[in-house]
């Protein structure tokens, strides 16, 4: 796959997961998978791109007031440091692959069984919403280090699953958690030890950098001022089933050859 389609790929991609909140770090797997790349680079780049896509959208979305900060926060407490060991572990392009895609089949699965948009936060006590998004913003963490995606892809169908959020806040509320997972499993996959390093393959990759700004900076603004909520949640079960699928018939053919 030659320079010119990925960046165009990555161009695209920015711009179609930004508009739900998310960095398209799964899709950017999927793409550098396909491409032939070592897939001990791809997580790598993917987090990259997340960052640079997501603080675009957390800036939006925080002006809009999509953003909750107190939603946020117990999210990621444990998953900041989970991630950081994620991105850390050393795993086979068959597990990571493999791995990747089942997880965001079920999480597509459940945002597809689930079409109703709730319109307000469940009215739950702080220290019950806290002793629940912690574990799960730690799973979540670890297996988005071990992936190279920023896990708010994961994020996305719990909270519409559990009614924590409507639409815009989840958007906003998974830009928050992507970003500072993506930064912490980045920190980790640059730091990974043993005979083979990111590093040089990743500084090569600025070209797809800097189109992914360009796109995540038109998706967000769409997300966050244009798009309906219903029009969101949709767009959102879409992407992740379309990626999960992908993944999984790619995982499915190395485990058959």
């Known amino acids: 796959m030659s320079l010119l389609i ?3 790929l990555f161009f695209l991609v920015a711009v179609a997961y930004s508009s739900v909140g998310f960095g398209g770090g799964s899709t950017y797997n ?3 998978i396909l491409s032939g790349m070592d897939f001990r680079l791809v997580p790598a780049i993917a987090l990259s791109c997340n960052v640079l896509v997501v603080t675009g959208g957390v800036y939006h979305h925080a002006r809009a007031g999509h953003l909750s900060i107190a939603g946020l926060l117990p999210f990621i407490i444990l998953s900041v440091p989970l991630a950081l060991l994620g991105g850390l572990l050393h795993v086979d392009e068959q597990l990571f692959i493999g791995l990747l895609g089942f997880s965001l089949l079920v999480a597509a699965t459940q945002m597809l069984a689930e079409p109703r948009v709730p319109a307000t936060m469940h009215n739950i006590s702080t220290l019950r919403y806290w002793l629940t998004a912690a574990p799960i913003g730690g799973v979540i963490g670890l297996l988005a280090g071990i992936t190279g995606i920023g896990g708010g892809i994961f994020l996305a169908p719990v909270i519409y699953l559990m009614k924590l959020a409507p639409a815009r806040s989840v958007a906003g509320i998974t830009s928050g ?12 996959q640059l730091m990974k030890s043993g005979n083979y390093s990111a590093y040089d393959g990743w500084v090569e990759a600025w070209p797809l950098f800097v189109f992914v700004v360009i796109g995540g900076q038109i998706g967000s603004h ?4 244009r798009l309906p909520e219903t029009w969101i949640k949709r767009l959102t079960a879409v992407l992740i089933l379309y990626v999960a699928l992908r993944l999984t ?3 499915l053919e190395m485990t058959l050859s």
């Open 222 to 225: 769409l997300g966050a001022y």
């Open 6 to 8: 990925l960046i165009g």
């Open 30 to 32: 999927a793409v550098l």
């Open 177 to 188: 958690f992507i970003l500072v997972n993506s930064m912490a499993g980045l920190l980790g």
């Open 249 to 251: 018939w790619r995982w």
